[in-house]
């Protein structure tokens, strides 16, 4: 009996295909990062959960490879893997993480999306043309955002609220910034190794300023809570969502993989409001439909166009 439950198992993983349900794994399971991170930053420093995260996650990457004996990079893709440290994880993940003690994780999701505005902004000012499909996508994203905000412009007036929305979308310039840099550094050795790599010594970094600054707890007053939540960061956002994103991109077309950033936001938002009661009204409802059409357009406009 037992046999004939893992055939029939086994039969359906390979009729949906594995890169298909690393898609799906991924498309959730990152949306729920963000409640996550909400939860943990409730009880501690927003910056001091990043850190130790990253160092966590950091440490089990290398650490397995160091036990496969994997050769270390090498000359200039040390300056590759700093840079990308410092875009990524530091900035990146560290101001995401802090923006969302001040504001929703549904909203914070929904920031976090539009990353790929930077991108074609960015590469304006490099010079490079811009479709006509972006612009549209652009304006589009900007009308849906408005929307989403219609329910937010009484927060404005509040200074945290205008730190919080300031730290996300600095975070999806400097992970904009990251993804061009990816694509013109683009490393020679196992990706996996270099991510990593990456989160060991943005840890440091960010360990460092926080030190300097003085904003740290001790470790002892670090309630359950937020040791839960920087757990299932670890172990869910950091190593099983990583490698089933880079498996999934290793094994399906560009178009097709990137589904999960339209999902993830949606799944933020409809898991915040069932979780932690936050707001999920007719205006965000539209305004996230409205500004996921117009990141569809501006990816495939990316896309068509090849940037590098």
């Not at 036990?67 to 700093?82: F, N, R, V």
């Not at 097709?256 to 936050?278: D, K, M, Q, R, T």
């Not at 990141?295 to 990316?302: A, F």
Request: aromatic share 14%; proline share 4%.
């Amino acid at each position: 009996m037992r046999a004939k439950i893992q055939a029939a198992f086994s039969g359906k993983v390979e009729a949906i295909g594995l890169p298909i349900l690393a898609l799906c794994w991924v498309s959730f399971f990152w949306g729920t990062t963000w409640l996550a991170s909400k939860e943990g930053v409730k009880h501690m420093p927003a910056l001091q959960l990043a850190t130790i995260r990253q160092f966590m996650g950091g440490i089990l990457y290398v650490g397995y490879f160091l036990l496969k004996k994997e050769p270390w990079p090498k000359g200039k893709q040390w300056k590759t893997i700093l840079i990308l440290a410092i875009l990524n994880f530091v900035c990146s993940n560290g101001l995401s993480t802090w923006g969302v003690k001040y504001i929703s994780s549904g909203l914070g999701a929904i920031i976090g999306a539009i990353f790929p505005i930077w991108i074609v902004v960015i590469c304006f000012f490099k010079g490079i043309r811009i479709a006509k499909l972006a612009v549209t996508g652009l304006l589009i994203c900007f009308g849906g955002i408005c929307i989403i905000f219609m329910d937010h412009l009484g927060d404005f007036l509040r200074p945290d609220f205008q730190f919080g929305i300031f730290l996300s979308v600095a975070s999806t310039i400097t992970w904009a910034f990251g993804i061009l840099h990816t694509k013109k550094k683009a490393a020679s050795f196992n990706p996996y190794f270099s991510l990593g790599l990456q989160m060991v010594i943005s840890s440091f970094i960010l360990f460092s300023v926080t030190e300097i600054a003085g904003i740290n707890i001790p470790y002892s007053e670090i309630p359950l809570n937020s040791w839960w939540a920087i757990g299932y960061l670890v172990v869910i956002g950091s190593i099983l969502t990583f490698i089933a994103f880079i498996y999934s991109l290793q094994h399906l077309s560009t178009e097709v993989s990137s589904i999960y950033a339209y999902i993830n936001p949606v799944v933020a938002i409809i898991l915040s409001f069932f979780l932690f009661g936050e707001p999920l009204t007719q205006a965000i409802s539209i305004g996230v439909m409205v500004t996921l059409i117009g990141l569809y357009l501006v990816n495939k406009s990316i896309r068509k166009a090849k940037i590098k």
